[in-house]
């Protein structure tokens, strides 16, 4: 494959001395205007992944930061699938701090919109959109810090760094591993804020706020049966289809051995102190390594998602065998998606998953797939103290450690020593079921919320960059 990188520099950062002028503050009611017109630019272009095709949104970031006097980079491995990284300069006395987000969506099903995917309609207080709340929001607030930094000339002792990612749905190798891997440089930082994390409401009121530090690792495993192909009028004791079924059955009555990371613990331990009776209960119990085989057992049938930060899960998705009714198939295949937890051994997980099936006809090995590497974020990090008393300034809430089970581009900057913390707007926890979070048919976020969104996110990013 043919390699094509380019960098474009534009535009001169003049750091104003702080006796000369100090920071401002925004004008919010200003501010909003603009950030609700920023986005709707933004989520108007069908950067669809696949095909993926970013470059009007990058295009438009580009023109917007230039024109605000920021220095703008832009980074291409294949035509149209474009990156963009702009940085603003600081005393460099710490670290930079990375703001990313980004500009590719999934497909949408356009019959199956109210409002048409691509059109941002505003109705009754929301914004409706394919890339509202995965991944539009964290760009264009993104974008607004970036724009408020430099226009309010606050003196920093950290670079900010904002990077537009290309291919985060699908193909990050035109995106984030290409940058990590080519052009790390640009985005080398301390800290970095992205998505995977947000605020969940129930009935219009805040509950919790999760912060994602940490995500399991993906993989993909095949379990392979074979015997005698035969007749199917005469039953056959080595029929694969029988002992795959088998295998996929013991597999699903597994209880994996428990682990708690330090994301893990603190995340029951914050959910026991704002729950009541048998639920808080438990949450505590879980902490006990003598309950806690019940309490995941309790999980596994009403809480599924809880159950699945406690130990590697197993999810068969597809199954393939036979291609006539009067043939017993000689071979039959069933893919699992397997997640570890960040720190398993895979060797050691494949052989414990290998004793599990226990039948010498059915072989267990893993597959190829995009495994992104393993990586932690600690909680003990001025990144982390300052999201918390965001959340308190602006939630009024409980800010709860979160290990993701799905994947996100974060790992990979983990995996280089940048300390992640995936963080998000308020959404509702009603919104799913009806259909209206990511990837559905009717993608929407309040206004409201992205905008506070935005101040959140300011607060951050001020108390950890600008100089103290």
Excluded at 160 to 176: K, Q, S, Y
Excluded at 297 to 305: E, L
Excluded at 363 to 388: M, N, Q
Aim: a negative charge; aromatic letters at 6%; charged letters at 25%.
């Amino acid at each position: 494959m043919r390699y094509l990188a380019t960098a474009v520099f534009t535009g001169v950062l003049t750091l104003v001395p702080v006796a000369a002028q100090g920071p401002g503050q925004p004008d919010w009611a200003r501010i909003e205007e603009e950030t609700t017109r920023h986005f709707q630019a933004l989520l108007r272009f069908d950067t669809s992944d696949p095909p993926g095709n970013e470059k009007p949104a990058a295009d438009y970031l580009q023109q917007v930061l230039q024109q605000a006097g920021i220095p703008v980079e832009t980074f291409v491995l294949e035509p149209n699938r474009v990156n963009v990284v702009a940085r603003l300069k600081g005393t460099g006395s710490r670290r930079p701090i990375l703001i990313m987000g980004h500009t590719d969506v999934v497909n949408v099903d356009a019959s199956k919109w109210t409002h048409p995917p691509f059109s941002a309609t505003r109705d009754g207080g929301y914004v409706y959109g394919r890339g509202t709340v995965d991944d539009k929001d964290n760009v264009a607030a993104g974008l607004m810090v970036m724009l408020l930094l430099k226009r309010l000339n606050v003196p920093l002792d950290r670079d900010v760094i904002f990077l537009a990612e290309a291919g985060e749905e699908g193909t990050t190798r035109v995106g984030i591993q290409f940058m990590v891997n080519r052009h790390f440089a640009s985005i080398d930082a301390e800290y970095c804020l992205a998505e995977g994390g947000g605020v969940t409401r129930r009935g219009g009121r805040v509950e919790y706020a999760s912060v994602q530090t940490i995500e399991k690792i993906p993989r993909t495993l095949e379990l392979t049966a074979r015997g005698i192909s035969g007749h199917g009028s005469v039953p056959l004791q080595t029929n694969p289809v029988v002992h795959l079924a088998a295998a996929l059955t013991r597999i699903a009555d597994w209880q994996p051995p428990i682990t708690l990371n330090e994301t893990t613990r603190a995340y029951f331990q914050r959910l026991a102190s704002i729950s009541s009776g048998d639920e808080a209960a438990r949450y505590r119990d879980v902490l006990d390594p003598q309950k806690a085989p019940a309490v995941e057992r309790y999980f596994r049938a009403n809480d599924p998602a809880k159950a699945a930060v406690l130990h590697p899960t197993l999810s068969p998705t597809i199954i393939d065998s036979g291609y006539r009714i009067n043939v017993i198939p000689s071979e039959a295949t069933a893919t699992i998606d397997l997640r570890t937890m960040p720190d398993d051994d895979p060797a050691v997980v494949l052989e414990m998953i290998r004793a599990v099936v226990n039948d010498p006809t059915v072989t267990v090995s893993y597959a190829a797939r995009d495994v992104r590497p393993a990586g932690t974020s600690t909680l003990g990090t001025d990144a982390f103290k300052a999201i918390e008393a965001a959340v308190t300034k602006h939630y009024g809430t409980t800010t709860l450690p979160v290990m993701s089970t799905g994947a996100t581009d974060m790992a990979y900057l983990r995996a280089r020593g940048v300390q992640c913390y995936g963080i998000g707007p308020a959404t509702d926890m009603e919104d799913g079921p009806k259909g209206f979070g990511a990837h559905s048919d009717q993608e929407r976020i309040l206004e409201s919320e992205l905008h506070r969104f935005v101040r959140f996110k300011w607060d951050i990013v001020n108390e950890l960059a600008r100089v103290r």
